[in-house]
């Protein structure tokens, strides 16, 4: 009897993983752990030292980090328009991006969606809740229902036409969107380690004047038992996408 034929199985290369970063003492936190233990490979823009942004053939991942600038700024920062390009090019060739905080205002900004002054700063460890339609994306398959998740954002943006939005906060409604299954923004920091944090409560203090949902710095350095969790819920999302090839 005649053995069945051999197929070879192709192995998928993990992806090329390259990141945004604004400021100095924002970088990619968890997101650096989670792409060495899954073997990617991984690079950087520093945009804080004008290095050129890369082009959508350098890269599978484009990850877009956090900083204190707004994306109507742009008067004052001529490479908030190149960074937009760069992420609109990004989308155009299909790659998986992903931006928090600042980073999800740029992509929202890149899709034609407005970014603007929220109604108040939301900084600190809250909640966030994932809406009905969330569990329709990939991306947030296995993600809990609701979490904890650190936040230090005043600005705020619209959903942009076409994207399902996914989570949503008390102090803020537009905490999450996902387009076309691959493109992710998130307004909150599931990134966030010890370090990140403490980086900056030193570098934005002013930032930390106590209201509603805004929490002092002896809050902040007490809730810090929440990174672990909120870690593993960026990791269930960032398998969601990984399992898109």
């Not at 400021?23 to 989670?34: A, L, W």
């Amino acid at each position: 009897m005649r053995p069945p034929p051999f197929f070879a199985i192709k192995e998928i290369p993990m992806p090329r993983l390259h990141y945004l970063q604004h400021v100095p003492f924002e970088g990619i936190g968890y997101i650096e752990t989670y792409a060495r233990l899954n073997k990617f490979t991984v690079s950087g823009t520093r945009v804080f030292k004008r290095e050129p942004f890369p082009c959508a053939d350098d890269f599978d991942w484009l990850v877009i980090m956090g900083g204190p600038v707004s994306v109507y700024e742009d008067h004052l920062h001529s490479w908030i328009q190149d960074e937009k390009e760069c992420i609109a090019q990004a989308i155009d060739r299909k790659k998986t991006v992903i931006g928090i905080c600042l980073g999800a205002q740029m992509i929202a900004s890149a899709l034609g969606a407005r970014v603007y002054p929220h109604t108040c700063k939301e900084i600190g460890w809250f909640p966030v809740s994932l809406t009905p339609d969330a569990r329709s994306v990939e991306a947030f398959g296995n993600v809990p229902e609701s979490f904890m998740a650190f936040h230090w954002h005043g600005d705020t943006f619209d959903i942009p036409s076409g994207a399902i939005h996914c989570a949503g906060s008390e102090a803020c409604a537009n905490q999450a969107f996902v387009y076309q299954k691959r493109v992710v923004g998130l307004q909150f920091h599931c990134e966030s380690t010890g370090e990140s944090i403490a980086a900056l409560m030193e570098n934005c203090p002013d930032d930390m004047k106590e209201d509603r949902f805004i929490q002092g710095p002896e809050a902040l350095k007490s809730h810090m038992r929440f990174v672990p969790a909120a870690n593993a819920v960026l990791a269930q999302l960032l398998d969601g996408l990984l399992d898109l090839r």
